[in-house]
């Protein structure tokens, strides 16, 4: 069974009642389990912080042990050289996800600090963004 960390920054815990327009009406501990089902033979573990700091450390603690990290670092993508250097340093494949298509939008959610360090991005395909991260991890 592979193990895959799906790993949320900044303002994800607000998903659900965070700008729905953009970002959707259900939150992602709805959604958690379905996605949990729809891939039986994975163990899918989640994990979502508002500092930089954890969102580092919980990638170190499971950076050279698990098969995947699905990572939407939210607007530390844009700023954060720290999380960029943390890829960099574990084995673990990690695939950055957004929900919402960032090439759309605002001109500094253009571009990403951590992507040069990722095996692969996804964006723009709402919450689905992350099973098509968690279908690329198995597939490699």
Do not use: W
């Not at 500094?108 to 968690?134: P, Q």
């Amino acid at each position: 069974m592979k193990k895959i960390l799906i790993v949320n920054g900044p303002n994800l815990n607000l998903l659900g009642r965070r700008e729905p327009g953009i970002y959707g009406d259900m939150s992602f501990a709805d959604y958690l389990p379905s996605l949990r089902e729809r891939f039986p033979l994975a163990e899918i573990e989640y994990f979502q912080s508002n500092v930089e700091g954890l969102l580092i450390d919980k990638m170190q603690e499971v950076g050279f042990t698990y098969d995947g990290i699905v990572l939407n670092a939210g607007a530390y993508t844009h700023t954060s050289v720290a999380l960029q250097d943390c890829i960099r340093a574990i084995i673990t494949p990690v695939v950055e996800v957004h929900i919402s298509n960032v090439h759309q939008r605002e001109e500094f959610r253009h571009k990403s600090l951590i992507s040069s360090a990722c095996c692969g991005v996804i964006c723009g395909f709402g919450l689905d963004s992350y099973r098509l991260a968690v279908e690329a991890l198995l597939a490699s």
